[in-house]
């Protein structure tokens, strides 16, 4: 199993305080700094708006080949759920450069709460894994109704990724387990911020949660135990307020190695600008 260890969204301006990562870096060069301390992205902006070819160039190159890319459908596919053909052809074609550099991941498609499991939202998703039929489309559902074994039956059976979510404990959410669909396994951690999951006013307040040591290893020895069963992972941490998931990432690392996990580091270089993860 290989196992692409990274963040949602690589722009993240908190990251420029000092003893972070893009301290003293230009916003033009935070992707080719990014490359050298993760070998995953998870592309947010393309939620708010889908990039086109030259966009998704510029990635594949300042990345050097370093980082697999997760893209995120546009808010047109899972929040309004009125996409034309445009909207699939524009999805579809976009990303091409990464499938040329051989540096893209699965499609996500982050679901909202209100995305209850109903017959008509049952169809919906059918429908959209015929039109994502060729490509890795992992799912994201946020209520609990969709947290059952039949329903991870029948995503494995139209070829769809299960998103393994790591949510707080603040009710109507799924349980923080990996559940594998295929052979290729997604986990989110969101952090465990009850608090502020329901009444934060942004995702940087509902993601502001810094795990523990021992936590982390408690989603090594998940992992470890999938790890016969899959022959991608990605680990997706969108805890990266104030600088939370560069602490977490060198943890599970460790973590993961300590459970006969191999995962690769990359290697950031030598000098002052290079290696300052933490």
């Known amino acids: 199993m290989r196992v692409y260890i990274g963040c949602g969204g690589y722009s993240n301006d908190d990251w420029t305080e000092q003893g972070l990562i893009y301290e003293g870096v230009r916003k033009d060069d935070y992707l080719a700094t990014y490359a050298r301390h993760f070998d995953a992205a998870e592309l947010n902006s393309s939620f708010y708006a889908i990039p086109g070819l030259k966009a998704f160039e510029g990635m594949a190159r300042k990345s050097g080949g370093r980082v697999r890319f997760t893209v995120k459908l546009h808010r047109v596919f899972t929040h309004d759920r009125a996409p034309t053909d445009a909207d699939f052809d524009r999805m579809l074609q976009s990303p091409e ?30 429908q959209l894994a015929e039109r994502f039929a060729g490509h890795e489309l992992a799912v994201e559902m946020r209520h609990e109704g969709w947290d059952r074994p039949e329903v991870r ?41 009850a608090g502020s999951w329901w009444e934060g006013q942004s995702a940087a307040e509902r993601h502001d949660y810094r795990y523990s040591r021992a936590e982390m290893d408690g989603w090594a020895q998940k992992i470890a135990l999938a790890a016969d069963d899959l022959s991608e992972l990605y680990v997706l941490f969108e805890n990266t307020t104030k600088g939370h998931a560069l602490h977490n990432i060198p943890q599970l690392r460790e973590a993961l190695n300590a459970h006969g996990v191999p995962v690769q580091t990359p290697d950031p270089g030598h000098g002052p600008e290079q290696g300052r993860l933490l």
Request: no cysteine; net charge positive.
């Open 153 to 193: 039956e029948g995503m494995a059976q139209r070829g769809l990724i299960w998103v393994s979510p790591d949510y707080p404990p603040a009710g109507g959410l799924p349980e923080p387990q990996l559940h594998v669909t295929g052979d290729v396994g997604y986990l989110r951690l969101h952090g465990r911020n």
């Open 97 to 126: 450069p990464l499938r040329e550099a051989g540096v893209m991941g699965p499609y996500l498609a982050q679901f909202p709460f209100s995305f209850h499991r109903t017959p008509a939202n049952r169809r919906y998703l059918g």
